[in-house]
Every structure is written in C-alpha cells, then in structure tokens.
C-alpha cells in the first residue's frame, strides 16, 4: 500500500460530460502529480501541484483542470469528455518538489463510451 | 520538447536470461529514477541516481547513470517470472520542473 488514496476507482461517462478525480496523498507529502496512462501506453505527465500552488504542467489540455487544496488533496476536472479521454489516470506524491520519490495510487479507470 | 526513450519497447526472455533497458533523453537530466509497474498496477518506485556515472545495484538488479547525465540503463541478471512488468525511467531536466517519464520497456519472462 503506497498510502496515496484515488477514488473512484472506475468511473464510466458519456461524451461530453464532465467528471472529477480524487487523490488523498500519502501523509507528510505535499506534492501531488497527475498521470495519465491510456491502454498498453506510458505516463503521460499533467501537472504537479506543491503545497497548494501549481509548480509543474505538462501537455494538460484546456478542457482540463486541477487544483491542491489547503488539506492538499488534489482533484482533477476532466471537461467536454471525448472518447480518446478513456485512460488511467494516475495519482502520485512525494515529499519535496522535485528530486523525491513519487508514490502512485492505484488509479481510476475512466471509460468515456 | 524533453524526450525520454526507452528501448526496446518489449523484451521476452527465458526464465533466468539476462535483461536490460535502456533510457535515452534528449537533454541532461538532473537525476533519473526508476519505476516498475506490475500488469494492472501501478508504477512502484525502485531507486534514483544523482551523480554522473553511478552504479547502484538492488539484489539482482544493476542501475547504471551514463556520464553525461543523458542516458540510463537497467541491467536484470537471471530474470525470474516475478520480475515481469513494465520498467519506466524518469527525469527532470536541469532546468525544468517536469518529472518525465520514459516510454517504458515490457518484460515478459517464460519459464
């Protein structure tokens, strides 16, 4: 168990709407990264947020959106979904900003059908 | 861009052949790190490497930073069908702030 919680763990959704993720961190982490992962595919980064503040962005499309809260939870908005939105979308935290083992939830699944 | 390449993309082996993935990056990273992601996991971290030209090992396994902080590679002796997966290296940039990961090499191992 890496201690980093995402829920749902799968979510099944229609084109167009909009759903949102939730990473707990691991406790004593305060950087919290997103990932996503589509089928037999690598990490694809999408953003890091540090103690609150947004430190990192990848190729994060503009129909979606994140933020760290002051308990530094993260959740990630994915908008408009379109088919090519169905992946794993990965969680991960680490002590620091940079240079610190990441530890990964287990995920959710979202099919967008 | 930042670039990090993994070859091969796939590797089948026997139980108790050698294996080894190689990382390339298109611009000197400021440390690498390895992960190993079980089928239907998610990736786990294994060790980082800091320094040019380190060498760490864990049991069978063998880690190796390339001097010019650009390339990595992960050597397995003797692979056992525990050590199936997808290995992914990962770097940040001097500069930059993105962790990237590697586009990963699959091992599968057959008795």
């Known amino acids: 168990d890496s201690g980093v919680t995402q829920t749902p763990k799968h979510l099944i959704t229609a084109t167009g709407q909009r759903v949102t993720l939730r990473c707990s961190p691991r406790s004593g982490d305060l950087s919290v990264y997103w990932y996503q992962q589509s089928l037999d595919q690598g990490l694809q980064f999408l953003i890091q947020?540090?103690?609150?503040?947004?430190?990192a962005k990848g190729n994060i499309l503009e129909r979606f959106s994140a933020q760290q809260f002051p308990d530094l939870h993260s959740e990630l908005n994915l908008s408009s979904l379109e088919l090519g939105d169905s992946a794993l979308y990965f969680c991960?935290?680490?002590?620091?900003?940079?240079?610190?083992?990441?530890?990964f939830g287990n995920g959710t699944r979202l099919t967008v059908t | 861009g930042q670039q990090v390449m993994q070859i091969p993309q796939y590797q089948h082996v026997q139980e108790g052949e050698d294996f080894t993935t190689y990382c390339n990056s298109s611009t000197t990273l400021s440390n690498i790190q390895w992960y190993k992601q079980r089928p239907g996991g998610h990736p786990v971290f294994l060790i980082q490497l800091v320094k040019s030209g380190e060498v760490k090992k864990q049991k069978r396994l063998t880690f190796q930073f390339g001097e010019a902080k650009k390339n990595s590679s992960l050597h397995i002796t003797a692979t056992q069908t525990t050590d199936v997966g997808t290995y992914f290296c990962?770097?940040?940039?001097?500069?930059?702030?993105?962790?990237?990961f590697g586009t990963g090499t699959q091992l599968k191992v057959e008795l």
């Open positions: 947020y540090y103690n609150g503040e947004e430190r």
């Open positions: 990962a770097g940040i940039t001097g500069g930059g702030n993105k962790l990237t």
């Open positions: 991960a935290s680490s002590v620091a900003k940079a240079n610190s083992p990441l530890h």
